[in-house]
């Protein structure tokens, strides 16, 4: 799991001022995470837990898309 703690206020402000596509992919899926474990009954914790892979996650998958792991510029 990542280093850092994030909560939705962090993770909207992060996809407002986001500079990279990487980003932005990364707090989408937090996001979507979050939402989605505490729609299914889970505590805040486990919905943090489950929001922290699913940025590891898209992390992972953009590093790999590039060559020397830095971020894709937004467009």
């Known amino acids: 799991m ?3 703690n994030l909560d939705v ?3 909207q ?3 407002a ?3 990279s596509c990487s980003v932005v992919k990364c707090a989408s899926a937090w996001l979507k995470a979050y939402h989605g474990a ?3 009954g889970a505590d805040n914790a486990s919905a943090l837990r489950a929001a922290a892979t699913a940025w590891d996650l898209a992390a992972a998958e953009w590093r ?3 060559d020397n792991g830095q971020p ?4």
Do not use: G, K
């Open 72 to 75: 894709i510029p937004a467009t």
């Open 38 to 40: 505490q729609e299914r």
């Open 13 to 15: 402000a992060l996809m």
């Open 17 to 19: 001022d986001a500079q």
């Open 64 to 66: 790999s898309q590039t």
């Open 2 to 4: 990542s280093d850092f």
């Open 9 to 11: 206020p962090i993770v």
